[in-house]
């Protein structure tokens, strides 16, 4: 995710629009994807190899976090749901297919 984030650097909400960052935030740039959300749901995935109940709660609190970095401005909508794709075809990948 580190490696694609500085290649894509995409300027983050509060840096295009001027607005301060409801978590302090001051980073510039490397807003696609988001690590937060990437990491969120590749632990979902992985309970949900585990335990389908475990899974699907955690799949739900990834989602609450996914929602509270847009919330926050820290990244647009694309950002998360880039990250929320990557980690989603990686986990049925190497969790359900391999």
Sequence with gaps: MTVLRKLINEPRPYEKYNLPS???KTTHGQSMPSRHTASA???AMSFLYIDFNLGVTALF????????????????????LAGIAISIISGIIFFFLI
């Design 22 to 24: 409801l978590f302090n």
């Design 41 to 43: 749901f590749i632990i």
């Design 61 to 80: 609190i990834a989602a609450l976090i996914a929602l509270s970095r847009i919330f926050a401005g820290a990244h647009f909508i694309r950002d998360v």
